[in-house]
């Protein structure tokens, strides 16, 4: 190779070995600040009875009010297909690539829709918003479903009366 075609190679594998580098210092301070989040639970072996079940698209999962700042935690940092099951004790999320995952009814804080949160913006109210609490805090889970009224509804008769009414009012395009 010539000196100038060195120089070309030079200069368009610098740049890119340097967004590369970026990209993973980015990747690990994320990591680094959502590390007090944990995973989804496992399922647990008496998770009661399905009473909904659906494949649907999972979109993300962020701290609760923050629409814009994924959590990179195992199992919930990348967008995937997913069979999502409301089960008496909870809800059941079988996500592509992942081991099998479990959200307890006792956790659930609310649900509702949305328009936009990291990743995707749909059209009015395109997704299922699943409000949820761990130790860490709480967190929003965004679902992309075929039948989205009919997963609220399922999810709803999850949560204690006074958590369906308001579920979806703090999440990104909320309906009103």
Known sequence: MSNDQWLILASALIPLALIAL???????????????????????????????GEDLLYVATT??????????????????????????????????????????AAALEGVGRATWTIDRVVSNDGLVLVRWRQEAGALDSYFRSADPSA??????????????????????????
């Open 63 to 104: 701290r609760a009010g923050q629409p814009l700042q994924r959590i990179a935690v195992k199992g919930l940092a990348f967008r995937a297909r997913a069979v999502l099951a409301v089960m008496s004790g909870g809800i059941r999320l079988d996500l592509a690539g992942a081991r099998p995952g479990f959200i307890p």
């Open 151 to 176: 997963l609220v509804e399922a999810i709803e008769r999850l949560l204690p009366a006074h958590a369906a009414a308001g579920a979806g009012a703090g999440g990104p395009g909320a309906a009103a």
């Open 22 to 52: 970026g990209m993973v210092i980015g990747w690990r301070a994320l990591r680094r600040r959502t590390s007090d989040i944990r995973g989804l639970a496992p399922v647990p072996s008496e998770a009661g009875e399905t009473l909904f």
